[in-house]
């Protein structure tokens, strides 16, 4: 097939490049590289531009002849988002109206939507499933949410089937090792853990000890990057074989939640092998931040026909280490 894949030359994005090139499809990347990088675009074709620039998109789809268009390009921080919601409004819900209307224009049926656990707000009951009300907290949340409504109309006024896939903690590398997590400034954990460990940050920050779980740290759900896009491409398979008409939505995770701490212990113990230790620090609660978040992934697993490959924590960890001592410079042990 013929892919366009917008913000390709992000983190979830390149890997979902990779995974649909190796497989035969050709793939063309839209990226404005503000928070991806052109070197995380190893496959496909890359195109630098914005979803803002309408006389762009026209030329882009008049030559592309596209079977179908994945959607990664979103602003993710949810404190930004609150100090700056007009960003996050411009970019993530006028930029991706300017992207579903030239598809319609040029009859593309088929459309992936990187969506979130945000929408979902403060959790009512976990695993959190596809029934759980969504009453997202911050702008970030409010305007995934606003698209997954929009796709709703579309799909009964145009006939754009779409998916819709939510993720909760993104996590991991490439297993081969050619491609992992860049973000300016990074905010994920395992990253950050990892930087405290290889040199490139002086330590990492626990938010708070005293929430209502198990050793009261926050327990949240890690999915793989590789699982997360097999998940995209069966989802995919899903829309041009027909089996998924409408606008659907799916949850994606481990199902099985890990403590800060749970984290932190299989880090440490990753690391101690390259002779590497974590600083950690302690800070207060930051608001907002839910005591448990994990995903209740069975839809996807049963429509989807999807099943993680690497739900392990430490191959996780593994992975993402390999990546982290590339990008610091680590020499490779013989």
């Given at each position: 097939m013929n892919i366009l894949i917008v913000g390709g030359a992000g983190y979830i994005g390149s890997h979902m490049v990779k995974m649909l090139s190796q497989v035969g499809h050709h793939v063309c990347v839209l990226d404005n590289l503000t928070?991806?990088?052109?070197?995380?675009?190893?496959?496909?074709?890359?195109?630098?531009?914005?979803?803002?620039?309408?006389?762009?998109?026209?030329?882009?789809?008049?030559?592309?002849?596209?079977?179908?268009v994945m959607h990664f390009a979103a602003n993710s921080l949810v404190g930004e988002s609150v100090s700056n919601p007009a960003k996050y409004y411009r970019n993530n819900v006028a930029n991706t109206l300017n992207?579903?209307?030239?598809?319609?224009?040029?009859?593309?049926?088929?459309?992936?939507?990187?969506?979130?656990?945000?929408?979902?707000?403060?959790?009512?009951?976990?695993?959190?499933?596809?029934?759980?009300?969504?009453?997202?907290?911050?702008?970030?949340?409010?305007?995934?949410?606003?698209?997954?409504r929009i796709l709703q109309d579309y799909a009964q006024a145009y006939g754009l089937n779409s998916i819709s896939l939510r993720y909760f903690n993104a996590c991991g590398a490439d297993p081969d090792g050619e491609l992992g997590e860049c973000h300016?400034?990074?905010?994920?954990?395992?990253?950050?853990?990892?930087?405290?460990?290889?040199?490139?940050?002086?330590?990492?920050?626990?938010?708070?000890?005293?929430?209502?779980?198990?050793?009261?740290?926050?327990?949240?759900?890690?999915?793989?990057?590789?699982?997360?896009?097999?998940?995209?491409?069966?989802?995919?398979?899903?829309?041009?074989?027909?089996?998924?008409?409408?606008a659907s939505c799916f949850n994606l995770g481990n199902g099985a939640g890990y403590s800060v701490q749970q984290v932190l212990d299989v880090a440490e113990k990753v690391v101690a092998q390259d002779s590497c230790r974590v600083v950690v620090e302690e800070g207060e609660r930051r608001a907002g931040d839910p005591a448990v978040l994990v995903a209740d992934a069975s839809l996807a697993m049963e429509e989807l026909k999807w099943t993680p490959l690497y739900p392990d924590l430490?191959?996780?960890?593994?992975?993402?280490?390999?990546?982290?001592?590339?990008?610091?410079?680590?020499?490779?042990?013989?």
């Amino acid at each position: 097939m013929n892919i366009l894949i917008v913000g390709g030359a992000g983190y979830i994005g390149s890997h979902m490049v990779k995974m649909l090139s190796q497989v035969g499809h050709h793939v063309c990347v839209l990226d404005n590289l503000t928070t991806g990088f052109r070197e995380q675009v190893k496959y496909g074709e890359l195109v630098v531009g914005d979803l803002q620039d309408l006389s762009l998109m026209e030329t882009l789809f008049k030559a592309g002849a596209f079977d179908a268009v994945m959607h990664f390009a979103a602003n993710s921080l949810v404190g930004e988002s609150v100090s700056n919601p007009a960003k996050y409004y411009r970019n993530n819900v006028a930029n991706t109206l300017n992207l579903l209307d030239v598809m319609v224009r040029h009859n593309v049926k088929n459309f992936i939507f990187s969506s979130t656990a945000a929408t979902f707000g403060e959790p009512e009951y976990v695993p959190i499933d596809e029934k759980h009300p969504q009453k997202p907290i911050n702008p970030y949340g409010a305007s995934k949410l606003i698209i997954e409504r929009i796709l709703q109309d579309y799909a009964q006024a145009y006939g754009l089937n779409s998916i819709s896939l939510r993720y909760f903690n993104a996590c991991g590398a490439d297993p081969d090792g050619e491609l992992g997590e860049c973000h300016d400034p990074e905010t994920h954990l395992i990253p950050l853990i990892l930087q405290a460990a290889s040199g490139r940050r002086k330590s990492i920050t626990v938010f708070g000890r005293d929430y209502p779980t198990e050793d009261g740290t926050c327990v949240r759900d890690y999915i793989h990057i590789y699982d997360l896009c097999c998940a995209h491409a069966q989802a995919l398979n899903a829309l041009v074989e027909g089996g998924e008409q409408g606008a659907s939505c799916f949850n994606l995770g481990n199902g099985a939640g890990y403590s800060v701490q749970q984290v932190l212990d299989v880090a440490e113990k990753v690391v101690a092998q390259d002779s590497c230790r974590v600083v950690v620090e302690e800070g207060e609660r930051r608001a907002g931040d839910p005591a448990v978040l994990v995903a209740d992934a069975s839809l996807a697993m049963e429509e989807l026909k999807w099943t993680p490959l690497y739900p392990d924590l430490e191959t996780i960890i593994e992975h993402a280490w390999e990546w982290e001592k590339k990008l610091a410079g680590f020499k490779k042990a013989v």
